[in-house]
Structures are given as C-alpha cells and as structure tokens.
C-alpha cells in the first residue's frame, strides 16, 4: 500500500490535485468554525444533542450548523437546487432538450442551479434561524434587523463558496467535490463522538457496542458490493473488408453498474425526509391551533422510527432509478454501437436494443436499489432493539463515507493507470 502512495506522490500533476483538495477541505474545515455573532454556541450545542432530526442534520454538515459557522447551510440549498431541475428536466422539454446537448447543455443547467441555489440559501438560512430562535430559547442572544440581515448574508455568501470549492474539487478529478465535502464534515465529527461514547461507556453498553460494529462491517461489506459490482454485456463488432484487407470482428462486452448512482440517492434521500421535520419544527410554536397541531403532528410521524425507515427506504429506491435514468441512456449508446458496427448477440440494433438495455438496468437496477435501500434502514431496525441514536447516524455516515472512498479510489486509479499508459 505505502508502494502504491509513493507511486501516486511521484506523479507530479496528480500529487498538485491532491494537494489542491487537501487544501480546499482545510479551508472548509476552518470555515465550519468561525461562528456567526449573536449565538449562544454551548446552548446551541446542547440543544443538538437533544434534537434526533437536528442532530442527524448537523452530522451531515460537518458540525457547522451546531457551530452557527458561516457555511451553516453546507452543500444543502446547492443540493437540493440540483434536485429541483433534475426533476424539471422530466417535465419541461427546454430543459430535456438542454441536457442533451452534451457538454454545452449541461453547463447552462449548471449555471441554472448555481442561481436557484442563492435564493434557496437565503430561505433556508431565514428559516433555520427563526427555527432555532423558537426552538431553542436563549440560544440567539441577538436579533435585530441589522443581524438577521447581515447574518442572511453572511450564511447564503458561505454557502455559495463552499459551493465553488466544491466544483473546483471536482475539476480535479478526484471524486466528486460535493460528495468530498459532506465526507470530510461526516469525518471530521468521528473523534467528537468517538471520545464521548467512551467517555461515557459501561458495561451495560456492550451489546449496543457490538451492535455498532457489526452493523458498520456489514455496511461497508455491502456498499463495496454493491458499489462494484457489474455485469458485461457481451458486445461484438461485424468485421468489414477494405481494399483486401479485415477490419473489426472483435468481441468486447458493455459493463452495466448495480448501482452506477453512487452515494446521490442516499444523499437526495437525506435532503428529502429531513425536510419536512424541520418545517414543522419551526410551527411547533404558531398562534393559530391548526397550525401548531399539525406541526406536532409530523414531528411525532417523522420520530416514528418505522415510518422513518419505510419513507428512507422507499426514496433511496427511487432516487437510485431516478438517478440512473438521467445517467444511463440506452437510445443513445444503442445508436452508438449502431453507428460503430456493434451488435449484442441475438439482439437486432437499433430500437430491439435499446429496449434490451431498458430491461437488463431495470432487472439490475431492482436488486441494487433494494439492497442499498436496506442496508440504510438497518441500523434504524437496530436502534429499536439497542435503543441508541448513534446507530442510525453512524449507519448513515458509513453508507456515505465508504462510496465516497471507493469513488476517490477509481478515480485515483484510473489516473494513475492513465500516466502509466503515457510512459510506455
């Protein structure tokens, strides 16, 4: 392994890219710590280790909500932006058509999200500010016009950095600079919490201990699975004559993804059933009856943790086909092999292959996205049993961080792999 890094050093523009990330996850880092003023931060704190929603919300932004930093909202209104035109996409052909105009296309869809993003940020910001100033009381010690508009600001200007130090991490190329950031946020938190859980370890916490380590092997066991596993198909090329001589007739095959989504379905599904617990929680307090009884009311539905697990389970489901239809296109690569001289055996091109494709990433797609799905749910399973909040967080940050490695790891790899062809 050490031979492999020092292989990795030597390679001049990839030890530069390695470099350049490590730097923008330290900036980010130190960012997550610069708290806005008017906070009482120990009060907040303690008011997110008392809140499962709020809580499992600040894992995923590295801490910098529990810290009311200056990049509070993270990568969420960029997510959730990101989010709101993949499904316009669907609906709106202007924009089904923009997608498909490659490269081009997909920067102006880019461009489209980084402006719907600010007044997401801004609303989120406005809104988790007043949640946390009705929520918990004596935590904003300050809030006046002048405040709430400059702390507005400040948090939709940190969110907006941190997004571009997420797109220039994945101009890189190693990894996707978004996924990147919520890895480093899951993992800056790990000592924090590993120090409290011993801190506060007795024997009557084993069996929730080997529950942990056992949900966690399995875990990463799964998603390793999963996040390699593929299956060929076979592809071959007609051989054609030209001037006495033979060209082509050689077989190769197509790989097709069990899960070619990655960790977005997890992350979209996160965004999604965190959503609307935190609009109520920010009605719990109304004036009007109705309005309060019906903020109590999906609060309590969302903290039943069965409920919970079959809305997670079924929207991982979901996101990984939604997913891996806008990135899987089987017209165009059966045009493709039809234009390259390309066949599947016993299957006519064109139109008959598409529809074979269609059929085969359905049938796959069906047992990745189930299998994904329930590793998600599991710990929420255990933690009926253990009775920990640890469990699910911890399963959850697992998923994330272990496809986030192996992606990290392709990518590095096929860089590598790449130099290596260049010398020889």
């Known amino acids: 392994m050490f031979e492999r890094l ?58 910098t909500l529990q810290n009311f930093s200056v990049i509070m909202l993270g990568v969420g209104p960029y997510i959730t932006a990101s989010i709101i035109f993949q499904l316009l996409g669907m609906v709106i052909p202007s924009l089904d058509a923009l997608s498909k105009e490659g490269e081009q296309g997909q920067q102006k869809i880019n461009q489209y999200t980084r402006y719907a993003t600010v007044p997401l940020a801004i609303l989120q910001g406005y809104g988790t500010i007043m949640l946390l ?28 950095f941190l997004m571009w130090i997420g797109e220039l991490i994945s101009e890189r190329k190693i990894g996707n600079g978004i996924s990147l950031i919520i890895f480093a946020g899951i993992i800056s938190g790990l000592p924090g919490r590993l120090q409290q859980t011993l801190l506060t370890y007795d024997s009557s916490q084993l069996l929730n201990m080997i529950l942990f380590v056992g949900v966690a092997i399995f875990t990463i066991i799964g998603v390793v699975f999963i996040t390699e596993g593929q299956r060929n198909i076979p592809v071959s090329y007609a051989r054609h004559i030209h001037g006495g ?22 992350i979209f599904a996160i965004s999604l059933i965190l959503f609307p617990s935190m609009i109520a929680q920010f009605f719990a307090h109304a004036s009007a009856p109705w309005l309060r009884n019906a903020a109590a ?54 139109h008959l292959t598409a529809e074979y494709l269609t059929y085969i990433m359905n049938r796959i797609l069906l047992a990745g996205s189930l299998f994904l799905g329930a590793i998600a749910v599991l710990p929420l399973t255990l933690r009926q049993f253990a009775g920990s909040t640890s469990l699910a967080i911890g399963g959850t940050s697992l998923l994330i961080v272990v496809a986030v490695v192996i992606e990290i790891v392709q990518q590095v790899e096929a860089r590598v792999s790449m130099h290596d062809y260049e010398i020889y």
């Open 297 to 350: 009311s999906t609060i309590s539905l969302f903290n039943n943790q069965i409920f919970y697990a079959v809305v997670y389970f079924f929207l991982v489901v979901v996101f990984t086909y939604f997913y891996a239809a806008i990135v899987f296109q089987p017209q165009k690569i059966a045009e493709n092999l039809q234009k390259q001289g390309g066949f599947i055996p016993g299957i006519r091109p064109g």
């Open 245 to 266: 001589k033979s060209y082509g007739g050689t077989q190769s095959h197509l790989p097709l993804r069990v899960n070619m989504a990655g960790v977005i379905p997890i």
């Open 133 to 160: 100033r009705a929520s918990a009381r004596g935590v904003i010690t300050d809030l006046s016009v002048m405040r709430l508009v400059t702390s507005m600001i400040t948090i939709t200007a940190g969110c907006m």
């Open 6 to 63: 020092g292989h990795i050093w030597k390679i001049k523009d990839l030890r530069r890219d390695v470099l350049f990330v490590i730097g923008m996850l330290v900036i980010f880092r130190l960012l997550a710590h610069i708290p806005i003023p008017g906070v009482d931060v120990i009060a907040l704190r303690r008011f997110f280790q008392s809140n499962q929603i709020l809580g499992l919300v600040n894992v995923f932004s590295g801490g």
